[in-house]
């Protein structure tokens, strides 16, 4: 089990490195600059302004220096906000989006497994059936057109609440339904299509047969088999939620960390596009990991198979 955790440890620090080269050099070859301004300013006051951020340096040279800085927490200083260090950025837009991201989080756990699991005990009825619809259906709507039609309906055609800003826990309804809709959606169908697969196997059904109550059987034997598929595909859903939807958050004018990256992008604003992207990249990567390691604490022959090979 421990060769199996630094190999997979080793693969994500490989991976993580990987990203950061594409991006950055990805980020440098795109056309425009951070200092493209409609009206250029002189040479000279060009050339201070990239010796004073060192864009003046070779790319290669750029990524080593800033890969040097990274590593000793220093994330640089946002071209958008240069009063500020992206460090501070992040802290103080990242919490808005983890507000309403955990809410989602929780919810989008909590009420999919739900519905799965009443869908799979009550398959071909009229409930199972509403759900799979339902789960259809929030799989197939993007979240920005789901976030549209709330601010039309509930507060331009109702009234009931504002159509967008933040500091007000009215303010957190509509994101927190916009963004929660499609991980439901699918961890909804996941958990009921797995159950489907388990219940009607023969240690199941011998189980009813002694007798054993439902709650038990489910509890003992199905969620803890309907767990192992499962692992691999919920959790990599857990760091979209917490760094947030770059369409929600401007449909509802949340300043959090998904839209300051849009305009991190839209000036490409260096230093706070690479620190977002590793900032995902780490979440995605470490959930991996996690997921990894769960499923072969749950299935043994995972593990054993990762050693021998």
Partial sequence: ??????????????SI?????????????????????????????????????????????????????????DFGIPY???TET?????????????????????????????????????????IDNLVT??????????????????VFVIAVQLGWLPTGGWGEPQHLIMPVIAFTLGPTAIIARMTRTNLLEILPLDYVRLARARGIPTRLIVRRYVLKNAAVPMITILLPLVPALLTGSIFVESVFAVPGLGRFFVTSAVYHDYPMIMA????????????????????????PRVGLAGEAG
């Fill in 1 to 14: 089990m421990a060769t199996y955790i630094f190999r997979r440890t080793a693969a994500l620090l490989l």
């Fill in 17 to 73: 490195v990987l990203v950061s080269v594409i991006v950055f050099f990805l980020m440098h070859l795109a056309p425009g600059g951070p200092f493209s301004f409609d009206k250029p300013l002189p040479p000279q006051q060009m050339e201070n302004i990239f010796r004073k951020y060192g864009l003046d340096r070779p790319i290669p040279e750029q990524y080593i220096r800033w890969l040097t800085a990274m590593l000793h927490g």
């Fill in 80 to 82: 958008q906000s240069p």
């Fill in 86 to 126: 992206v460090t501070q950025v992040i802290l103080r837009t990242w919490p808005v989006t983890l507000a309403y991201g955990g809410i989602a989080v929780a919810i989008s756990f909590g009420l999919g497994m739900l519905l799965g699991a009443i869908a799979a005990f009550r398959q071909n009825s009229w």
């Fill in 133 to 150: 619809f339902v789960s259809t259906l929030g799989m197939a709507v993007p979240s920005y057109v789901v976030a549209f039609l709330l």
């Fill in 276 to 299: 977002v992207a590793m900032l995902v990249a780490v979440l995605w990567g470490v959930m991996y990991l996690i997921s990894d390691v769960l499923y072969a604490l749950i299935d």
